[in-house]
Nanobody, 115 residues
């Protein structure tokens, strides 16, 4: 099993930056792809970015050029550097991790972009 804990969320002004972290514990050496998703109030949970074990990345069109996903396999941690934040980026951000055919989720961290 894998447990995921996100951190780094908060309130930031438009144009600002935040760095989210997601630390895995448990069977971290079995983790394959990891990712970040977000869910705004009243909306479905959407993909933000994913990264394979070998650091191949994929981004939603809405965050390309502004967000960067990275990971540290030794620590079982995935990061999301978010720059040029917009009010539309306001959401609860969740990380996930795939181990064999099981996907584990964190509890989420709130990101609010507002002046």
């Amino acid at each position: 099993q894998v447990q995921l804990v996100e951190s780094g969320g908060g309130l930031v002004q438009p144009g600002g930056s935040l760095r989210l972290s997601c630390a895995a514990s448990g069977s971290i050496f079995g983790i394959g792809a990891m990712g970040w998703y977000r869910q705004a109030p009243g909306k479905q949970r959407d993909l933000v970015a994913t990264i394979t074990r070998y650091s191949s990345t994929n981004y939603a069109d809405s965050v390309k050029g502004r967000f960067t996903i990275s990971r540290d396999n030794g620590k079982g941690t995935v990061y999301l550097q978010m720059n040029s934040l917009k009010p539309d980026d306001t959401a609860v951000y969740y990380c996930n991790a795939a181990v064999s055919r099981i996907t584990y989720w964190g509890q989420g961290t709130q990101v609010t972009v507002s002046s």
